[in-house]
């Protein structure tokens, strides 16, 4: 491992997420991608943007016009070939240093072998998802399966019977100040009142600089929290008494690896409370229903052959899996027939979300850094759909859209006018979405794009639109550019100004009246600063919603 090489210009900023030794394990990895639609693209170009050494994708289907509503590197000229093939092309073109490989035949047990990491996208039968896992779970190969249907996405993880993260948080150790330490059964440490612990139960600390209970000094203790400001150590009965006369001592986090044991598929399914990430607090129980929906399409399929399903056949495939593993107390029927309205529906934003979280269970997979998923994830953004959409589909590639949220919202996307500020990493990615769902590709919609940046080579690690071609020129340019060739009909005015005082004659009370709304994706502080004050926030009122987005590490 230590001869292994990693380019630090290009890698930089995942550099200083991963470090050098993740970082070496990640580029020595080899994975498989079963299934290139929506969500197996977007794992593809994450992974492939990570640096991962050798990523297979792997399909046996055509691309139907379905498919031009996620796979944005797919068209219609496409229409007829095999996914896998038709993408090639581009996923290359995203990391010299990583091979991809293409193949067109079945998974079997001997081409799983040949991998650290596998990973399931796209409908399929529910048994033979099973029988991978198991062949995955038996050769110690770590399993990811994730699929998306309209705004429903979930995922299943199977990392092996033992899985060790080599540091489960991620994040720089915690030190703060002592401000007391008791003598008791469960000793009671309180920190400064200006530094809380940060630390969580199960968390391991090591005291130095404390005076009267030196014992503590460079011993490692595990915490239970009581509070940000207090946590216990154990019995200190036998230790000295706290002073801190000349000093208050410190307690700095100790990283200690962290185990996780992962059941195969068979047995999860008798465990799905027990393993599941509750992601929705606020609709408690309602992740618990989406997994169940994903598992009951994967049941009919198994007599279908096919995504195209009805409500009374998910149901009845739930009930009979419900009544098998105990997954929920009552099925949700409302959110049940909202998921059979889009079995077909794969659309780019569902994808983008779950392609990044899969893509980052991949680098966990193989870096044995942060922590996975433990074992499922569902997720349903119900709130985004209209109660009683008109649907009348047209057989474009917008269809996907039309089966959800219907025709007049879809009208509506398609009319948008926006601007965005940044076309770097954020940029890029939701210039993508807006392609492929058909933003800005009629009437007077449009997308004007300002970037003030040019070009850079450690941009191409994570701002995806971007080719070593292009490196020089401007980002706004070179973006509209590449969302073009996604879609041929969105309409991007590029920008070169920054936005401030300077650009206020060209971002003026006339131009905002004009917009349906304004999505920052910018990194610059200064800038985000301007646009909140209350010459920007007194134009934008003509221009809701206001999206903002931002990134930190792996959140």
């Not at 380019?7 to 990640?26: F, H, I, P, T, W």
């Not at 993880?157 to 002592?178: C, K, M, W, Y």
């Not at 020129?473 to 509209?480: C, P, V």
Request: glycine letters at 8%.
């Amino acid at each position: 491992m230590s001869t292994v090489q990693v380019d630090e210009d290009l890698y930089s900023r995942q550099l200083y997420v991963l470090g050098v030794d993740a970082m070496k394990k990640v580029v020595s990895s080899s994975v498989l991608i079963s299934g290139m639609g929506g969500v197996g693209v977007e794992i593809a170009k994450n992974i492939i943007l990570a640096g991962i050494k050798n990523v297979t994708i792997q399909d046996t289907r055509t691309v139907t016009m379905l498919d031009l509503a996620a796979q944005f590197y797919l068209d219609e000229s496409k229409i007829g070939k095999n996914r896998a093939i038709a993408c090639y092309n581009e996923l290359i073109g995203l990391n010299n240093y990583v091979s991809v490989a293409v193949d067109t035949d079945e998974i079997t047990e001997e081409s799983i072998k040949k991998y650290n990491c596998v990973v399931l996208t796209d409908w399929r039968s529910l048994e033979q998802i099973k029988k991978i896992a198991a062949i995955c779970h038996a050769n110690s190969i770590k399993l990811i399966v994730v699929d998306c249907r309209g705004v429903f996405g979930y995922i299943f993880t199977d990392f092996g019977a033992s899985f060790v993260s080599n540091d489960a948080i991620g994040e720089r150790p915690s030190r703060f100040l002592i401000n007391m330490i008791t003598n008791a059964e469960e000793g009671k440490v309180t920190c400064d009142a200006d530094e809380p612990h940060h630390l969580s139960d199960g968390d391991h600390v090591r005291f130095e600089e404390v005076e009267g209970m030196t014992e503590v000094n460079d011993k490692e203790f595990e915490v239970k929290v009581i509070s940000p400001r207090q946590f216990t150590i154990g019995d200190t009965t036998k230790f000295g008494q706290y002073t801190s006369v000349h000093r208050s001592g410190y307690g700095n986090q100790v990283i200690v690896p962290k185990e996780f044991h992962y059941m195969a598929l068979e047995e999860a399914l008798n465990h799905v409370n027990e393993k599941i990430v509750q992601f929705d607090w606020g609709c408690f129980g309602r992740d618990q229903q989406v997994v169940l929906a994903f598992l009951a399409m994967s049941k009919v399929i198994e007599q279908t052959n096919s995504p195209k399903i009805t409500e009374e056949q998910l149901l009845a495939a739930a009930k009979e899996l419900n009544s098998a593993h105990k997954i929920v107390d009552e099925i949700d029927e409302k959110l049940f027939k909202l998921f059979a309205m889009g079995t077909e529906s794969v659309i780019s934003p569902t994808c983008a979300v779950f392609g990044g979280i899969a893509g980052q269970e991949v680098l966990k997979a193989v870096s044995s850094k942060f922590t996975p998923i433990d074992q499922f994830l569902g997720i349903g953004y119900i709130e985004a759909l209209p109660t009683e959409p008109k649907i009348a589909l047209t057989g474009d590639r917008y269809d996907p859209y039309r089966m959800i949220f219907g025709n007049e919202q879809q009208e509506a996307m398609q009319n948008l006018r926006y601007f965005m500020l940044g076309a770097g990493a954020l940029g890029c990615e939701m210039l993508k979405n807006w392609a492929m769902m058909g933003v800005a590709t009629k009437g007077n919609g449009g997308v004007i794009v300002t970037d003030m940046d040019s070009i850079e080579r450690s941009n191409l690690n994570r701002q995806f639109l971007f080719r070593d071609k292009d490196i020089g020129k401007m980002k706004s340019t070179a973006a509209g550019e590449a969302a073009k060739v996604m879609n041929k009909d969105i309409k991007i005015e590029a920008h070169t100004n920054r936005v401030g005082k300077e650009s206020e004659n060209i971002y003026n009370d006339d131009f905002f009246t004009q917009l349906s709304g304004v999505c920052n994706a910018l990194g610059y502080v200064q800038t985000r600063l301007y646009s909140d004050n209350s010459a920007f926030s007194t134009r934008r009122q003509c221009s809701s919603p206001v999206l903002w987005a931002q990134r930190l590490t792996t959140r």
